[in-house]
């Protein structure tokens, strides 16, 4: 009796506190990113093979910055033309940071590359850094992305890491700051 005490207890606890479809669902609605873009979360698309939960999850960890995180996705959509697209979109994102990354910390020349349009901060930037769209000073580039809104970008070294920084500005206020490896 004593072994199956413990054993009901961490089957009830791991019942309390699993995360269903339907929860990711609803904190997708609630525009819930960070609960999204989890570990438990990437776990369930890969087990169930998911396509939709792989593309909320995506979407989520984007808009959290978490860049690396759309690997998994980008594998998985493949089957059809708007998982197709949707894994393009993902990869355009992924590569123009890793490219960014490595002009900027390695003087990789990348004013040769051409990649399609995204609405997406670090894709605005890799554009107007191949076209060479800003203002350099001490090694911080300047970009002005419209009347109210610019940014600067940098590499800071951090726990021996060189990290890509880009700092928001609403009306020169500082608004956000993203950190990129």
Not at 131 to 150: A, P, Q, T, V, W
């Amino acid at each position: 009796m004593k072994i199956k005490f413990p054993f009901f207890i961490f089957f009830a606890v791991n019942m309390l506190f699993s995360i269903t479809i339907d929860d990711i669902k609803n904190w997708d609605k609630l525009d819930q990113y960070n609960r999204i873009c989890q570990s438990e979360v990437r776990d369930i698309f890969i087990e169930k093979q998911n396509i939709s939960m792989a593309n909320i999850y995506a979407n989520a960890c984007l808009k959290m910055d978490k860049v690396n995180e759309l690997i998994i996705p980008i594998v998985m959509l493949y089957k059809t033309k708007e998982e197709r697209e949707n894994a393009s979109l993902y990869a355009t994102v992924l590569f123009q940071k890793k490219m960014l990354y490595l002009s900027l910390v390695d003087g990789f020349d990348i004013s040769f590359i051409k990649t399609p349009k995204v609405d997406y901060i670090l894709s605005i930037i890799f554009d107007k850094y191949v076209n060479k769209d800003y203002i350099k000073n001490n090694g911080i580039y300047k970009f002005i992305l419209d009347k109210e809104n610019s940014c600067n970008l940098f590499i800071k070294n951090e726990d021996g890491i060189d990290k890509m920084i880009i700092a928001l500005y609403r009306n020169e206020k500082l608004i956000s700051i993203k950190k990129f490896w």
